[in-house]
């Protein structure tokens, strides 16, 4: 890992978002690194779209802004990827978990993908909220293991 790792998470109000980011620090500090969450939104009602971000190193983190150059994008929504540049700014070398199916605009970027069907394993385990998909614990085990930034037994740990 770098000596800091910037995240940043996309989807919508009410699919987990937030809580996903959250988790994350809440698993980076339990491996022994630092860590914050950023959660970034207004009096958005569900469904709007909803941005967070992560910073994971070895040393403190003292920078607490909005990140412009992510190392990786985890994206809950693929319909975000019609109505905003999701990928604006990912670095070079950048990997994109995405929820759901190979995107050709995508696919034509230079940037490393993970895709994972996080909708269909959501309702296949009876995780929704109101008939809605709640995507971001299958997005959360997505990024864990095409990352291999935190482990899955912390994530695990701090779920539960």
Partial sequence: MNDLLEVRWHGRGGQGVVTSAQLTVEAAVRDGKYAVAIPFFGAERRGAPVVAYNRISHKPIRTRCAIKHPDIIVI????????????????????????????????????????????????????????????????????????????????????K
């Fill in 76 to 159: 809950l929504d693929h319909s975000l990827l019609r109505i905003i540049d999701v990928t604006r700014g990912l670095k070079k070398d950048g990997l994109i978990v995405l929820n759901g199916e190979p995107d050709e605009e995508i696919l034509r970027k230079s940037f490393k993908v993970a895709y994972v069907n996080a909708t269909d394993i959501a309702l296949k385990n009876n995780l929704t909220l109101a008939g809605i998909a709640l995507v971001n614990m299958p997005m959360l085990g997505a990024f864990v293991k095409a990352s291999g930034i935190i482990s899955i037994d912390s994530v695990i740990t701090v779920v």
